[in-house]
Structure formats: structure tokens, C-alpha cells
């Protein structure tokens, strides 16, 4: 290539290069002073009165949020609509419950095991589910929930505790700390499993796969004629899911000392969904902002109640079939005006009436 | 009856017509001429509502049908026998006629409807019970045209009536065609090849890349051979 | 004859009727609107609960408030269709947004059931009262009933697809969207009969079978997973195959039930599944809908 074309390459910057060189749309900046406040953050929230408190929450932020986005990976960009992800998380809750109450393991061992049989697990359900399509995998899914449930209630006592799961699993020890002081370590820890899950997961979404993906979210038959394998894609792309959902699974029996199998209940597959969904399906940030809104707002709302649940799923509706990209187009609109190294090249124009099943941009 | 005016469509990012301006009289025979790939389908679904125009005006006895929906177009009378048959597949070969005159009025006259079509295609009544999918492509074709002339049509657009058929059958088909057009109705054709079309036509429109690049009566432009091949090689 | 037997055999065809009636709106909106309706279970519900409402409060008849649940049931499936399908029909991104969206109606729908009404199991009277023994199994006619209705609404929707006006646009837009606009057929307001029709078999299936469940705000739900099983067993979109695949795994889960405990039931139900299709993925009587990559 010419120094000249290279010149104009770099000027025009056409789509594709921003999912070859995503770190170009990336201000090291912006990441870095995020990282340090993250870092810095519980030296200061402990001064306050509510710092315990504030604290827990963003613990149950980490982990939440890296379910949601590993369950993004595969139902927002994938296109498979699996309802196993509480499944898969609870495999690794379980996994590394059951290594440490029965075999007596130290959770820091034993935690290293879930996102391996969370793998398993997920190749277990997607060998026969992901070469079928989106109805199928629905129900497929869902039956492997409803088995994990029965499993997990009436199974052997080891893992059923007698019904109600397992519920004094040893939790994580850091030395002798104790109180604050091991707050901040179990911080560091979900903090250091978000970190690496969201820059994994932004690593695959740009790269060949994750470009391969997208195509095939958007063009199905045109991508699977470029020779695209879908099939293992797909697979791939769980597996990386199961993986991370595994070890937030993890991470959670021993955060809270237990796990037990209302775990399972419905309404805990809604609030990931919802995280997604207001966040922004199909997008890597949204399920991210997603999970720190579900969980602001469900602090002020959970006096609600019922009137909770009855505006939550109506908003769902709502915002998935009036704004199916959720919040995460404005945030993003947001930083690239102010934050972005470099401007936004001239978005390409789609009129909707493509003529083969294109589905959502991004 | 129909008048096209500044036709602009497409799909995606991209145009495919360019402003089209044509009409078909009452009871006139059109035919739109032009090579594979250069509209003439999507001419034939922007003027019936399968393909939103962009710009430009579908005018039917004057009045503007631009923005009307499929159903609606074909209601009023203009029906549109598709690219590919689009037939349903899973129903009868008497199914699918009977969809054919769906609309309201014409379904109280249905039976006498299919009267007048086994009239033009005896085997379809032999094979009423026959599923459609299990047809051969000249009796489908047929199927889609007798499909076609069970509504209350006034106005009958057909795309490539000869494509991917054996030149026996075709012979048959734009025979029955021709009966058709004998019973007064009006056409608007797309077809590549002049020779089928002899018959059939009143006057021929040349497409070229999405632009109408010449109109005449048809005995003098399909009798200029030179100017057909350059335009359809 | 054994206990076990009969008391199988009467269960597996009492379930089998009903998750056919329930399989029978999914598999027709599945076909026509290639809409997986998870709202299916709280249209259930909401039929039942306004039945219960009109026999509790009011005070009328069953026989009076039944209709009443239908309607009312079907009046919300419209409803649902005007709302949150119809403004995404044709648009890129359909089946993500019904998919959340019908995900959204069913928890709003059992919410608003707790709300309105409680979390209280309550019972709604059954049409038909009395029961006759057959080897110490209780047959009830109320059972009897719903078998009928079941088995005579199948009959019903058969000759409404096959021979009327109607029906045969329904089929026609199932198979060739665009031929039936070309035709005339107003698609849309199809698809919107498609979901009322549908939305009233889930209310009729409700009302019916709420005096053997009782009626809570989730007792939806399973019916619906049973159907959604039941309509991909017999073929997406295959009248047909939901009768069929209703008595098959209703029976199934009813000797499961009986023979091995109650537990097993589900997970029997679901093994058999994904037996089904890794062996014949277009269901019994399915027509090449999945692709198989």
C-alpha cells in the first residue's frame, strides 16, 4: 500500500477497520481513570456511614453484570435465545459449593472449578440444542432450567441439602481480615472477575468471531454461504458465556456463604433479561448499564412490591418493541461527542427495507 | 387506466428504478422489455405495494394509489402475478384458486369464477385435490396465472411469464395469455424476450439499468431488430 | 385392571386434551405470525381469572361466566397484538422483540393478578359436578367435559381452516405471506384474528381446567411449557400434530407420574424431547420448518 492510500485509509476509516483496530474507538484514558476509581473507590465509601452497604451493591453489581453480559454474548449478539444462563450459573454455584462443603476444599481452589464444569455443562446443551433454531433452543433451554431445578431440589443430599440447597458452604477468607477490611478484598476479587470478563467479552465481540457472528445475527443465509460455520460459532460463543456465568457462580456461593435453589425461581431470569433488555441488546455496554441501573433502581422500588414486578414487565415490553437497542445508543452517542479519540465516522445509512432478514444494527 | 409517474425504488442502500413514467389504456397490452437484473421485478412491485416507492406516483383512474397497501391495490383490481409463482404450497390446486378470488365480492361469485378458469386450463380441475407444492413448473405457472383471474381483475401485471419453462409450455402459456387479453383485459408484461411477446403486444417499453430508454407502438419497435439486440443482447 | 392403569391411562388423556387446546393457539399464531407467544400461559390466567371473578363476586353461573372468561381472554390477546406485535410486524428485530415483550406481558400479567386478586390458590367451580368410579379411579365429568370440548374445538378449527373463507386466508398467510397480500388478504388484521382466536382457546383451557389445578397467579406457566412441548413434538404449525403430540405426552407424563413419582414427570417429559428432536427435528407431523444447519 501506498503511503498516500494508507493516508486516505486512515482518513476514511471505513466500518469494517473499526472491528479490525476496536482499540482505536477505545480512549485509555477514559478506561484508566475508570480502573483507578474503581480502585480507589472503597477507601472512600468506607468512610461513609452507608459504606458497607454501598459496597455490597456494587460486589452484586460485578457479578451480575458479568452474567448479563456473558447472556448478551449469546442471545443479543449470538442470536440464541438460551434461557440456561441461571442454569449455568447455578452449575458453577454448585460446583465449587459441593467441592468445598463436602470435600472440604478451599474456595480459592475449589472456585477454579466452576467455570470448568459450567463448560461442560454448556457443550452438554449445546451439542444437541445449537444446530436447531430460535423456537427450539427456547424450549431446549428452558427444559434444561426446569431439570436443573428438579435436580438441585431432589437430588442427592449432597447437592440438595434437603430442598433447600446449599446453605452453609464455607465463604471466603482473606488471611484474618475481617469486617471492612474483608469487604474490600471480596470487592477486589468481583472487581477483577468483572474487569477480566468485560474486556474478554469486548475482546470477542471485535474480533474475526465476533465479526462472524454479527454477520450471522444479520444476514444468516448470506453468512452461512461465506462459509461461515455457524454451528460453532455458536458453540464457541456459549462456551466463553458458560464460562464467566460459571465462575459469577461461584464467586457468589462463597461471597454469600451458600446457594440455594429459589436460585432458580423465575423471577431472577427477569431481572437479568431486564438488565439486558433497558441497557441495550446487542450492545457491549449494555448489559453493564443495564445491571448498575436493575440494581439502583430495584433499591427504591423493592417497596413496591408487586407494583414493582407489574411495571417492570411492562416496561420490558415497551422498551423492546419501541427502543430495542435500550438506553446504550444514547450513553454511546454520549462518549463519542466527548470521549472518543477519535471522531465517529459517518454512520452507513440502512433503510429498513433490506431485502434479505437483516435484523439490529451494532 | 394505471399511470406511473417518476418511479424511484430500490432495496437497502441501494436505487434500483430511476423515475419511471408509463401507462397502460383500457383493454392495451403493455410490455415492459428489458434484460435480467435491470428492475423490471421490482418496477412490477413498487407499482402493486410489495415495495414502498421512494418517490414518484402510481396513479389508477386518476386516483393516487402510491401508499396504498398490497391488499388494497389488488382489491381495486390490479393483481399482480409474481416472480416465482408464490404459490401455497401446502393448500390444493382448488385452494389456491379459491384465495385467488378472496375479496369479498368476488367470493360470492367464486364457483362461476372457476368455471371460466378450468375453461383456460382444463387439468386443473382433474388435479383440484392435488397439493400445489407437488406441481410441476409449467402447471405451476398456470396455477399462479389461473390464480391470478379468479379476483375481479381489471389490470393484470405478470412477471416473466416464460422464465425457467420449456419452450413447449411456453407456447401454451402465452397462448392462454392471449385469450385472456381477447377477454378485454388490460396488461402490463415484463419479459426479456421479444419474440413471446409479439403477440401479445399494444406497445413495448424498453428498461435499461433501472431507466425506461424508449416506448412505442410494438409493431415498429419489435420489428427493429437491430436496436432489440443491442438492448437485450 | 390395575388402579395404576386406569388412574394412568384417565390422567394421561385429561392432560393430553388440555395441553393440546393450549399447543392448539400456539401452534396456529406460531404458523401464521411465526410468533412464539410466551404470553400464551398469562392469557390463560387472565381468562380464568375473570371467570372467577363473575362466579366469586358476582355470583353468576359458571356457565355464564365461562364465556365471559373467553372473551375476555381473547379481547387481551388483541390487545397484546395491537399494542406490542403489530408495530413490529415486518420490521427487522421481530422475533428479539416479541420474544421480551410477550416475556414482559406474562410477568405483568401475574403481577397484576396478585395485585388485583391475592396470591391465594382459588377455586373456580366446575361446569359439570359428579363423579363416577372406575376401578377405584375417580372419573369426574367435569374431566369428561373438558375432553369433549378439547376434542370437539379441534374438530371445529379443522373445518374453519379447511373449508371456510377465513380459515383458508389464515392457512394462506401462513405459507405465502406475500401471495395472500397479493390476494387481497389483509394480512394483518390475520394475524390479529390468528391471536384472538388463539388467545380464547388459552382462556377456554383455563376455565376449564382450573377447578383440578385451582388458580394462582403463575398457573399459567406450566400448561404453557406443556404446550410449547407439545406443539414442537407434533410440528410447528401442525394442527394435526398438536392433537397428536397432546395425547402422546400427556399420557407419557401420566404413566410417569403414576409409576415413578410425581418428580420425574418433567424431566421425563423433556428427555423425551430432546429425544424427539435429535431423531425427527420437524416434529411428527412437521413440514421442514427447523433448518438443520
Given amino acids: 500500500m501506498s503511503a498516500q492510500a494508507a493516508v486516505t485509509a486512515g482518513v476514511i476509516r471505513p466500518k469494517l477497520d473499526e472491528a479490525a483496530a476496536p482499540w482505536r474507538r477505545v480512549s485509555l484514558y477514559t478506561v484508566g481513570a475508570v480502573a483507578l476509581l474503581l480502585l480507589v473507590l472503597p477507601w472512600v465509601l468506607l468512610r461513609l456511614d452507608i459504606g458497607t452497604y454501598l459496597m455490597t451493591l456494587l460486589i452484586l453489581f460485578f457479578v451480575q453484570a458479568v452474567v448479563a453480559q456473558s447472556w448478551n454474548l449469546i442471545m443479543g449478539y449470538g442470536g440464541i435465545y438460551s434461557f440456561a444462563q441461571v442454569a449455568l450459573f447455578a452449575v458453577g454455584g454448585w460446583t465449587s459449593g459441593v467441592l468445598v462443603h463436602s470435600l472440604g476444599w478451599n474456595p480459592f481452589i475449589a472456585i477454579l472449578f466452576s467455570p470448568i464444569v459450567a463448560v461442560i455443562a454448556a457443550l452438554g446443551i449445546g451439542l444437541p440444542t445449537l444446530r436447531l433454531r430460535g423456537v427450539y433452543v427456547v424450549l431446549l433451554t428452558l427444559a434444561f432450567h426446569e431439570l436443573a431445578r428438579v435436580f438441585a431440589v431432589t437430588g442427592p443430599r449432597f447437592i440438595s441439602g434437603g430442598g433447600y440447597g446449599l446453605v452453609t458452604v464455607q465463604t471466603f477468607q482473606f488471611g484474618n481480615a475481617i469486617g471492612d477490611q474483608r469487604t474490600i478484598y471480596l470487592y477486589y476479587l468481583a472487581g477483577l472477575i468483572f474487569a477480566v470478563a468485560t474486556f474478554v467479552i469486548w475482546r470477542v465481540i471485535h474480533s474475526p468471531l465476533g465479526v462472524a457472528m454479527t454477520a450471522l445475527r444479520d444476514s444468516e443465509t448470506y453468512a452461512v454461504s461465506r462459509g461461515i460455520n455457524q454451528f460453532r460459532v455458536r458453540m464457541v460463543l456459549f462456551t466463553i458465556s458458560a464460562f464467566f456465568t460459571g465462575l459469577a457462580g461461584g464467586y457468589s456461593t462463597h461471597y454469600n456463604g451458600g446457594i440455594s435453589t429459589t436460585i432458580f425461581d423465575f423471577p431472577r431470569i427477569i431481572d437479568l433479561l431486564a438488565m439486558i433488555v433497558i441497557g441495550g441488546w446487542g450492545t457491549f455496554g449494555g448489559p453493564i448499564l443495564g445491571a448498575g441501573l436493575v440494581i439502583g433502581i430495584d433499591q427504591y422500588l423493592v417497596a413496591l412490591g408487586d407494583y414493582q414486578t407489574l411495571l417492570l414487565g411492562l416496561v420490558l415490553a415497551t422498551i423492546a418493541v419501541f427502543a430495542p437497542q435500550g438506553l446504550w445508543p444514547l450513553i454511546r452517542r454520549m462518549y463519542e461527542t466527548y470521549l472518543a479519540p477519535e471522531p465517529l465516522a459517518p454512520p452507513v445509512e440502512v433503510s429498513p427495507a433490506a431485502p434479505h432478514d437483516t435484523k439490529d444494527e451494532l | ?233 | 385392571m390395575s388402579t395404576q392403569l386406569v388412574q394412568a391411562v384417565w390422567g394421561g388423556i385429561l392432560f393430553g386434551s388440555v395441553y393440546g387446546l393450549m399447543a392448539l393457539g400456539l401452534t396456529l399464531v406460531w404458523g401464521a405470525v411465526r410468533l412464539l407467544n410466551l404470553a400464551h400461559g398469562a392469557i390463560f390466567v387472565v381468562g380464568s381469572y375473570v371467570a372467577y371473578f363473575f362466579v366469586s363476586r358476582l355470583n353468576l353461573p359458571i356457565l355464564v361466566a365461562l364465556p365471559i372468561g373467553v372473551l375476555a381472554a381473547a379481547a387481551f390477546a388483541y390487545l397484546m397484538h395491537l399494542t406490542f406485535i403489530r408495530p413490529v410486524i415486518g420490521k427487522p428485530g421481530f422475533d428479539n422483540s416479541t420474544l421480551i415483550a410477550t416475556v414482559g406481558i406474562s410477568i405483568a400479567v401475574s403481577a397484576a393478578a396478585i395485585l388485583i386478586f391475592n396470591p391465594e390458590y382459588k377455586v373456580i367451580p366446575p361446569v359439570i359436578t359428579g363423579n363416577f368410579t372406575v376401578s377405584d379411579v375417580q372419573i369426574t365429568k367435569q374431566g369428561l367435559l373438558v375432553i369433549g370440548t378439547s376434542l370437539a374445538l379441534f374438530g371445529l378449527v379443522y373445518l374453519f381452516l379447511t373449508y371456510t373463507r377465513q380459515g383458508m386466508a389464515i392457512r394462506a398467510v401462513s405459507q405465502q405471506q406475500e401471495a395472500a397480500s397479493l390476494m387481497s388478504i389483509p394480512v394483518v388484521r390475520t394475524y390479529g384474528m390468528v391471536i384472538a382466536i388463539s388467545g380464547a382457546l388459552a382462556g377456554l383451557a383455563g376455565v376449564l381446567l382450573s377447578p383440578f389445578f385451582f388458580l394462582n397467579p403463575n398457573s399459567g406457566f406450566n400448561p404453557m411449557i406443556q404446550a410449547l412441548i407439545v406443539t414442537i413434538f407434533g410440528g410447528l404449525g401442525s394442527v394435526r400434530g398438536a392433537l397428536v403430540a397432546g395425547f402422546v405426552l400427556g399420557i407419557f407424563e401420566s404413566f410417569v407420574e403414576v409409576y415413578y413419582g410425581v418428580a420425574w414427570a418433567q424431566p421425563g417429559v423433556f428427555l423425551l424431547i430432546i429425544l424427539m428432536l435429535i431423531l425427527r427435528p420437524n416434529g411428527l407431523f412437521g413440514i421442514g420448518e427447523v433448518r438443520r444447519l
Fill in chain 2, 1 to 233: 387506466m394505471l399511470e406511473v409517474r417518476g418511479l424511484v425504488a430500490g432495496y437497502g442502500g441501494g436505487e434500483v428504478l430511476h423515475g419511471i413514467d408509463l401507462f397502460v389504456n383500457e383493454g392495451e397490452g403493455v410490455i415492459v422489455l428489458g434484460p435480467n437484473g435491470h428492475g423490471k421485478t421490482t418496477l412490477l412491485r413498487a407499482i402493486t405495494g410489495l415495495l414502498p416507492p421512494r418517490a414518484g406516483q402510481v396513479l389508477l383512474d386518476g386516483k393516487d394509489i402510491t401508499h396504498w397497501k398490497a391488499e388494497a391495490i389488488a382489491a381495486a383490481g390490479v393483481i399482480h402475478i409474481p416472480q416465482g409463482d408464490l404459490l401455497f404450497a401446502e393448500m390444493t390446486v382448488t385452494e389456491n384458486l379459491l384465495m385467488g378470488a378472496y375479496h369479498g365480492p368476488t367470493w360470492s361469485e367464486r364457483n362461476a369464477r372457476l368455471g371460466r378458469v378450468y375453461e383456460l386450463f382444463p387439468w386443473l380441475k382433474e388435479r383440484g385435490g392435488q397439493l400445489a407444492r407437488t406441481l410441476s413448473g409449467g402447471e405451476r405457472r398456470m396455477l399462479a396465472l389461473g390464480r391470478g383471474l379468479m379476483s375481479k381483475a381489471r389490470l393484470l401485471l405478470i412477471d416473466e411469464p416464460s422464465l425457467g419453462l420449456a419452450p413447449i409450455i411456453t407456447q401454451q402459456i402465452y397462448a392462454s395469455i392471449h385469450k385472456v387479453k381477447q377477454g378485454g383485459m388490460s396488461l402490463l408484461i415484463a419479459d426479456e424476450n421479444a419474440n413471446h411477446v409479439a403477440g401479445l403486444a399494444d406497445r413495448v417499453y424498453l428498461l435499461e439499468t433501472g431507466s425506461l430508454v424508449r416506448e412505442g407502438p410494438a409493431d415498429e419497435l419489435l420489428r427493429d431488430k437491430a436496436l432489440l439486440e443491442s438492448y437485450l443482447g
